[in-house]
């Protein structure tokens, strides 16, 4: 490349040398002819010049027909298939740069061989002393972390959360948790979810058999106690009766359960779409007693739970209840990374800080990180090594270079060498003819 300061002719000679070369020994072999011919040029030296001409002249056409058909067709019958050798090539090329890169120059062997000089784990903490790159590394961090709150609330963590919280509470003393959680749902977004678990459970008794059979005795009981032999009491309760179909007075009492049950199944209803109604509120009060009974360790109920806490857990739907908390913990710590100065990011920051302390500290741990670092490295080459010859190939395609661009590179990069090759073969063509000529003249 010529210099800024380099005249136009300077410049336009450094990019077309061959040419230049081949021009001047055509322009002298045809002018040193001319003279001959008219008898202007008699001297033997003469004779050596118009020689070493010629050979300029056929070494320079020789080269020039050599570099163009590299990479360019030349319509000469029967020569012009052996042109533009690169393109009509380019798959044999391909495939030897391939297997080039991909068996020697980045071989597995030598990758690793030129891992094993560098110290991965003192590049690594060079690089992360340096504030721009330890903002930056803080920045991966707690992105990767927020990434990964995201999935706290997803239904297969809830779904595995309780599953493993039925097999290690079945046989616990989890009164005092029950009422911490219990109390924690009820005090912050859990209460939703609570109140649609307890529905879920008093619909689900609704519809027991055991059920049914414990109101219509509850009834029948309550009916006997009502008449207490009052005459008066027994003469209302026989009309009531006679206001029930069935032909006897099991079939009443059936009629009359189904009854009863199914006003508290429509009481129920109202409930869950009601939050304001007496018996809701009522009922969440209740709720909050029991959480602070079970928080205190109450006796009565701990031993109740560990009376029936299997059968519970296995009808107990908690998964709701999980994923609720789960979410309103996932809010909280998103909303603790998002905060820049947050108490989650400064922990954070501190703990990047101290580890980059103890791993400038301890070379054992250098040593250590280097060598898992360069293990990954390894392993990862060996399973993906073929990726190498893949993306060579890729970049080699006619789809990712076309022909006129692979041409085009090529000769951009190795263009002044093909300049003097053609330059090199007018010089050493006329130096060979003259030299022949000049043995000639001397033995004859």
């Not at 030296?45 to 020039?64: F, K, P, S, Y």
């Not at 597995?108 to 000089?117: C, G, M, W």
């Not at 913990?329 to 800080?353: F, K, M, P, Y």
Request: include cysteine; hydrophobic fraction near 50%; charged fraction near 20%.
């Amino acid at each position: 490349m010529s210099s800024p300061s380099a005249s136009p002719l300077a410049d336009w000679l450094a990019r077309h040398r061959g040419g230049a070369a081949l021009s001047l020994a055509a322009g002298s072999l045809l002018a040193l002819e001319t003279l001959h011919a008219a008898g202007w040029l008699t001297h033997p030296a003469w004779q050596i010049a118009r020689h070493a001409a010629e050979g300029a002249t056929v070494g320079g056409l020789a080269d020039w027909f050599a570099v163009s058909a590299l990479f360019h067709r030349i319509p000469i019958p029967w020569l012009s298939r052996h042109t533009n050798i690169v393109v009509n090539s380019r798959a044999r090329i391909t495939a030897g740069i391939v297997e080039m890169v991909q068996t020697q120059w980045l071989s597995p062997a030598a990758i690793r061989e030129r891992l094993a000089s560098v110290q991965l784990a003192d590049a690594l903490l060079a690089l992360l002393n340096q504030p721009r790159h330890r903002q930056r590394a803080l920045r991966i961090a707690r992105r990767l972390a927020l990434r990964l709150t995201e999935q706290l609330d997803s239904p297969a963590l809830a779904g595995f959360i309780d599953a493993q919280l039925r097999a290690r509470l079945a046989d616990a003393d989890w009164a005092q948790p029950l009422g911490r959680l219990l109390a924690h749902a009820l005090e912050h977004d859990g209460r939703a979810a609570v109140w649609e678990t307890l529905v879920r459970l008093l619909d689900q008794a609704l519809a027991s058999q055991s059920f049914r059979e414990s109101t219509a005795r509850l009834a029948l009981e309550a009916l006997r106690d009502y008449e207490e032999d009052n005459w008066w009491r027994k003469a209302k309760t026989w009309l009531g009766k006679t206001q029930l179909q069935g032909d006897n007075d099991e079939e009443k009492l059936d009629l009359l359960t189904a009854r009863i049950v199914g006003w508290l199944r429509e009481e129920l209803t109202r409930l869950r779409a009601e939050p304001e109604h007496p018996l809701r509120q009522r009922l969440e009060q209740l709720l909050t007693r029991l959480a602070e009974r079970l928080r205190a360790g109450d006796p009565a109920l701990t031993a109740a739970l560990a009376a029936n806490q299997r059968q519970w857990l296995h009808s107990l739907d908690t998964t709701p209840l999980v994923a609720s908390l789960l979410f309103s913990v996932r809010s909280g710590v998103q909303r603790q990374w998002r905060a820049r100065h947050s108490e989650l990011n400064t922990l954070l920051a501190n703990l990047i800080d101290d580890a980059l302390a103890s791993l400038a500290a301890d070379a054992a741990l250098r040593d250590k990180l280097d060598g898992w670092c360069k293990q990954v490295i390894h392993h990862f080459v060996e399973q993906n090594h073929a990726l190498i010859g893949d993306t060579v190939r890729l970049s080699l395609s006619p789809e990712r270079l076309p022909d006129a661009q692979l041409v085009a590179q090529i000769e951009s990069r190795v263009g002044e060498e093909l300049q003097w090759i053609r330059v090199n073969g007018a010089l050493v063509g006329g130096a060979a003819a003259g030299l022949i000529a000049a043995l000639r003249l001397l033995l004859s």
